[in-house]
């Protein structure tokens, strides 16, 4: 079984598919829509504003053709999570590695470790947060943008944390029984099953999405669907200091290049190639219409959080 083969629970990649990421370079690829400037401006509301912090948990150079349809640079990659301050409380956002990281990475097996690497240099979230004079036990809120197991793994170090995820998420993931499927360690979410909520996209237009989610109410956090990478995944736009939106796409590519692109990521990760194409040219046009105030922060890309303080670095 190659290691993509066991990413998707033992079935096949698409031979097409392969090509597609080997031979990127040929041409194969997708033709992006042209989204209208008009449908991705801002929706005039008062909002909340909330301060943000990353939490590095992972961290090195790779060439920038690893990650995205490009070639010339390097990408400096990360696992990270990104801590909220909201009067409401402590929100994470994508909790990553937990304590069980390296059993995590031993129980899947040398081929999925061939893929995403073995657990050196991987730190479990709650260490990196003592490190920055947090407590796990301070975290009310856990929203995630999809539950692969690089975006979920700490949720039972959280254990206070109400989790937050798309309804269409957690629907997609509920019969997964292997040990990985489809990139998600079902374990994760099952050991923080009391403390979920799955939450419908039933709130109003937002920056061109036709739906919807504010999780509390005040225009400080409001998810928005990006379907592709899995189905439900998810946007949060977070309104920081100053007015400016910070907009966490998780995979829906795992580089700035690939927004700025636009590009898909140069190997086969993701589950509907077409409605990612869709959505990339979204986060694409919405990022070149609010040049200034939106800053787009994919979940691997730590040039891009590099525009985030590092949690406890003033102490």
């Keep these: 079984m190659t290691p993509l083969e066991r ?23 997708s033709t992006f829509p042209r989204v209208p400037p008009s449908e991705v401006a801002r929706t005039p509301r008062e909002a909340t504003e909330v301060t943000l912090c990353v939490l590095y948990q992972e961290r090195f150079t790779r060439p920038l053709w690893n990650g995205v349809r490009a070639t010339g640079e390097a990408w400096d990659y990360t696992i990270a999570s990104v801590l909220l301050r909201h009067p409401a409380g402590l929100v994470m956002v994508d909790p990553a590695f937990g304590r069980s990281v390296a059993d995590d990475l031993w129980r899947a097996g040398p081929l ?26 301070d975290v009310d809120y856990a929203v995630v943008t999809h539950v692969h197991w690089d975006h979920v793994g700490a949720l039972a170090d959280l254990p206070r944390a109400r989790v937050l995820a798309s309804l269409g998420e957690l629907k997609w993931a509920q019969p997964f029984t292997r040990f990985v499927e489809n990139g998600a360690m079902p374990h994760h979410l099952k050991r923080a099953k009391s403390r979920l909520y799955a939450f419908p996209f039933n709130g109003p237009p937002v920056d061109g999405f036709q739906q919807s989610f504010d999780v509390f109410g005040d ?19 977070v309104r920081g200091p100053g007015g400016v939106t910070y907009f966490f796409i998780g995979d829906t590519t795992w580089t700035a290049k690939g927004v700025e692109l636009p590009a898909h990521k140069t190997l086969p990760m993701d589950l509907d190639q077409a409605a990612l194409t869709t959505t990339l040219a979204r986060v694409h046009a ?3 219409a609010r040049a200034g105030e939106l800053v787009v922060l994919p979940a691997h890309d730590a040039g891009a959080l590099s525009k985030l303080p590092t949690c406890g670095e003033a102490r």
Aim: net charge positive; proline share 10%; hydrophobic share 40%.
């Design 112 to 137: 999925f470790q061939l893929a995403l690497g073995g657990p050196r240099g991987k730190r479990p979230l709650v260490e990196v947060m003592e490190e920055a004079g947090l407590s796990p036990e």
């Design 7 to 29: 990413w998707n629970g033992g079935r096949k990649t698409p031979r097409r598919a392969l090509a597609c990421s080997l031979f990127f370079a040929l041409g194969c690829g």
């Design 219 to 237: 225009g400080a956090i409001v998810a928005v669907p990006l379907p592709g990478h899995t189905p439900g995944s998810t946007g949060y736009l």
């Design 286 to 288: 919405m990022a070149e």
